[in-house]
């Protein structure tokens, strides 16, 4: 289902052409049989340890969102257990807030990405970003890096409870696929928002860094 999810956001998101997404996902499966040809049963064990937690992390995404719904909240900013506040993350922070990204002036921002994780070059459209300075990139649409650390809006969070309500099954992808999928305007019927990466993100990713490891990158008992 990863596989599947992953290609419709491409297609969907990235605009990829069918051929491209067609060699993607090829490559993907011929990695996956390849491993499962190689698995020993320690192998399997861990793969389906990781794919539970992967559950639990996306329901805790879940419940923060519908939480936030609760407290009619403008805005939820949400850390995984992975999340590091650096010194000047406080003083970074107010002026975030400063340039109006959490105070409801920036209506259609839908998602400002805060802890970063993976080189932008490799799951970000650089050279789509609609806007670009010194300070950030944004993106039509809602992108994610990981999931580390981030803001999301009110509208954002109904929409994406909302199309969990209705597809649960969905649950069960990481949270930044599930995320990326399920705010596609086809499933979730967001449009016309938009997504906001920090160059110098916000937060440290402690699993990036090798300071901090997430509960899913911890070893079985």
């Known amino acids: 289902m990863k596989i599947l999810c992953a290609a419709a956001y491409l297609r969907a998101s990235r605009h990829r052409p069918w051929r491209v997404i067609l060699v993607v996902v090829v490559k993907e499966l011929r990695h996956v049989l390849h491993l499962l040809c190689r698995a020993s049963r320690d192998d399997v064990r861990t793969a389906y340890r990781r794919s539970q937690i992967e559950v639990i ?7 923060a969102w519908t939480r936030a719904q609760e407290k009619q909240s403008d805005w939820a900013l949400v850390f995984e257990d992975d999340a590091e506040v650096a010194p000047d ?3 970074r922070w107010m002026r975030l807030v ?5 105070d409801g002036s920036l209506g259609r921002t839908a998602y400002v990405d805060l802890a970063g994780g993976f080189a ?4 970000l459209p650089l050279q789509h970003a609609c806007f670009a300075s010194n300070d950030v990139w944004v993106f039509n649409g809602l992108i994610t890096n990981t999931t580390c650390s981030y803001l999301a809006s009110r509208s954002t969070m109904a929409a994406w409870v909302e199309t969990l309500k209705r597809w649960p099954v969905f649950l069960q992808l ?3 696929h599930m995320i990326n999928f399920i705010s596609l305007p086809v499933v979730s019927g ?6 906001i990466h920090l160059r110098e993100p916000l937060f440290c ?3 990036f860094r090798g300071s901090t490891p997430s509960l899913i990158s911890q070893p079985s008992a």
């Open 57 to 63: 992390l996306s329901t805790k995404h879940l419940a």
């Open 89 to 91: 993350s406080e003083a």
């Open 98 to 102: 400063d340039h109006g990204f959490v």
């Open 120 to 123: 932008p070059a490799l799951v």
């Open 174 to 176: 990481p949270a930044d």
């Open 190 to 195: 967001l449009r016309d928002v938009f997504s």
């Open 205 to 207: 990713h402690g699993s």
